[in-house]
């Protein structure tokens, strides 16, 4: 229900940007977010929305790169990577939470899960 594309091969300092295309039912009213985990690692918040788009968070670490969007009309969220790090390297998902008007940042408050799309930063 959830697809996620944009993933590829980028060099530092790069930009990429990611898709999250849901299918069979909307999410407009769910609060949505992008995860990521590079290999022997925890999945990890990255960046997440409301439903409205008008709250958001950023994770420390992709604070001012990185950029979180919806479109509503099109069932889709985004995930605007600039500045990419070799340490941004990781397989990213998108998920979508049964909450509206929080935004979520815990993987056991998300409900839907994309297959994931990787990215690959090089030095």
């Known amino acids: 229900q959830l697809q996620a594309s944009g993933g590829g091969l980028v060099q530092a300092g790069g930009s990429l940007r990611l898709s999250c295309a849901a299918s069979?039912?909307?999410?407009?009213?769910?609060?949505m977010g992008w995860f990521r985990q590079a290999p022997g690692k925890d999945r990890e918040s990255v960046a997440a929305?409301?439903?409205?788009?008008?709250?958001?968070y950023y994770a420390d670490s992709v604070k001012g790169r990185f950029s979180i969007s919806r479109d509503n009309a099109k069932n889709t969220v985004y995930l605007q990577m600039n500045s990419l790090k070799p340490e941004d390297t990781a397989v990213y998902y998108c998920?979508?939470?049964?909450?509206?008007?929080?935004?979520?940042?815990?993987?056991?408050?998300?409900?839907?899960w994309g297959q994931g799309t990787l990215v690959t930063v090089s030095s």
């Open positions: 998920a979508a939470s049964t909450y509206r008007a929080h935004v979520v940042t815990t993987t056991q408050e998300y409900n839907y």
């Open positions: 069979g039912r909307s999410f407009s009213s769910n609060a």
């Open positions: 929305l409301d439903w409205s788009g008008g709250s958001t």
